[in-house]
């Protein structure tokens, strides 16, 4: 793979999983208040411009190489109807640009692979992850006024709930707290996901660099040595 095609995988990747970000600002903004709310409309406006750079560069690339241009254009007019005077609800089509940290073409499958699995990635997933649990947490006691939760209950449901154990003891009232809710059960999915794939995928790595690169110059040696069967010896 090109130098240049090898960097602009690495950007794309690290951008497109900050898009899992995107809930949480949209409802900072929504439900927060104060600073909060800015914190939220702030963030929201970051991840958007973000989001869009590397959108517009993947479609100068696609032109370019002329394949997938279809796909370019479409991750456009999604971050353009996406942007920061539109509705929420469209707003939250950003957060789908994660797919695109796992599932680029196939061949930078493996590239992609070790940005996700790699030390720095599970850092970042379990980072992500602690931040919005606490966050959505802190959001669940807010919007759910008729119960007088404190953040420390909020918290405590964000991690019940997270953890798929729901032991029931607070439970949503509200569409605000469902929606939250919802959230935080999809992100529990995901880390659990990511973060057995990556155990896996840590066990499962036997082949080692030296290996690898022994490999190839085995392989080159039997084409050569094919090549010179095939001119003959009159013609080495």
């Known amino acids: 793979m090109p130098d240049r095609a090898r960097t602009f995988i690495r950007v794309d990747a690290h951008v497109s999983r900050f898009a899992a970000l995107v809930p949480v600002a949209l409802a900072l903004e929504q439900w927060g208040h104060g600073v909060w709310h800015d914190v939220g409309r702030i963030g929201f406006v970051v991840l958007w411009l973000a989001l869009a750079a590397i959108v517009v560069a993947e479609v100068i690339v696609m032109f370019r190489l002329g394949h997938n241009r279809m796909r370019a254009v479409l991750w456009l007019l999604a971050v353009a109807l996406a942007n920061p ?6 707003q939250v089509v950003l957060t789908g640009r994660v797919v695109r940290a796992v599932r680029l073409r196939k061949e930078f499958t493996e590239e992609v692979g070790r940005q996700v699995f790699s030390g720095r990635g599970i850092r970042f997933v379990v980072a992500v992850s602690v931040l919005g649990m606490f966050g959505l947490g802190w959001l669940f006691s807010a919007v759910e006024t008729t119960q007088h939760l404190t953040v420390g209950d909020g918290v405590w449901f964000a991690l019940v ?3 798929t ?3 029931g003891d607070i439970v949503p009232s509200n569409t605000a707290g469902r929606l939250i809710a919802s959230a935080l059960m999809i992100l529990g999915l995901v880390v659990v996901g990511l973060l057995t794939g990556a155990i896996a995928e840590r066990f499962t790595r036997t082949t080692r660099p ?3 690169v022994a490999q190839r110059l085995d392989e080159l040696a ?3 040595a094919r090549i010179e069967s095939n001119l ?4 080495r």
């Not at 005077?85 to 469209?90: G, S, Y």
Request: charge should be negative.
């Open 232 to 235: 003959g010896p009159g013609r």
């Open 222 to 224: 039997e084409r050569l």
């Open 85 to 90: 005077a539109a509705d929420p609800i469209v």
């Open 161 to 163: 709930t997270a953890a």
């Open 165 to 167: 154990v729901g032991y």
């Open 210 to 212: 030296e290996d690898d």
